[in-house]
């Protein structure tokens, strides 16, 4: 059973690795004492490890790692903007997002948001790219951890699971090779 950073990948928007992997060890131990238990070493008996870490943790974590180019491509003045508007970005959400790892928010306040947003964007404080880029990754990372909170219970089913999250990682990756070339072209 692999651990630590050779296992998963730390915290998409930070990296502290030793916090999220003792998550990941955790359920190892727990999988490892029951197979020891049943004297039974085998692939299928050690696979809950895989299912209950990526259905939970790695599913928050898959999530975020889509969104995140479409978040820090927003520029400051945008970031600062969206602060300003309650029910979008909040200091109760930036907690939740260090200590669970979800981007917290309730739908009818950001409903409620709306009017502001649509205003902020006709006076030029958020860009239409912006919007666009956001919207787009919402969706395609939301099927990231859908898919994700779906992991296998059986190593058999596993290849048929990739063949679902290949497509999705390849729209989310293209967003993030767009995110360094703009980068890029910015400091070249
Ligand atoms: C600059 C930096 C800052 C960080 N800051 C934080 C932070 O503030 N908070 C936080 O939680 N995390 C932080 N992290 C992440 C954290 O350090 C890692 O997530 C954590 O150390 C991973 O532990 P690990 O045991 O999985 O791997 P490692 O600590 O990398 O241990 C792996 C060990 O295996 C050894 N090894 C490699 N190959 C072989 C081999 N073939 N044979 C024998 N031994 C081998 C290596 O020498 C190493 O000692 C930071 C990382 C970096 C790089």
């Given amino acids: 059973m692999v651990v630590g950073d050779a296992a998963f990948m730390n915290k998409p928007f930070s990296g502290e690795g030793v916090t999220s992997a003792f998550a990941a060890c955790a359920i190892a131990a727990d999988v490892a004492a029951e197979a020891l238990r049943r004297d039974d070493l085998t692939r299928d008996v050690l696979w809950p490890y895989n299912a209950r870490y990526f259905r939970d943790q790695g599913a928050k974590f898959a999530f975020l790692t889509a969104l995140m180019p479409a978040l820090v491509s927003l520029s400051p003045d945008e970031i600062d903007f969206l602060y300003s508007v309650p029910g979008v970005f909040s200091e109760e959400g930036t907690r939740a997002l260090n200590l669970e790892y979800e981007l917290r928010s309730d739908p009818s306040e950001t409903l409620k948001a709306l009017p502001a947003l649509l205003k902020g964007a006709a006076a030029g404080k958020l860009r239409p ?12 990372a939301g099927a990231i951890r859908k898919l994700y909170e779906s992991y296998p219970e059986h190593p058999a089913d596993f290849g048929a699971w990739i063949k679902k999250a290949i497509p999705l990682w390849k729209k989310a990756d293209a967003e993030r090779h767009a995110y360094f070339q703009r980068v890029l072209r910015e400091y070249s």
């Fill in 129 to 140: 790219a912006s919007i666009s880029r956001m919207a787009r990754m919402a969706v395609a």
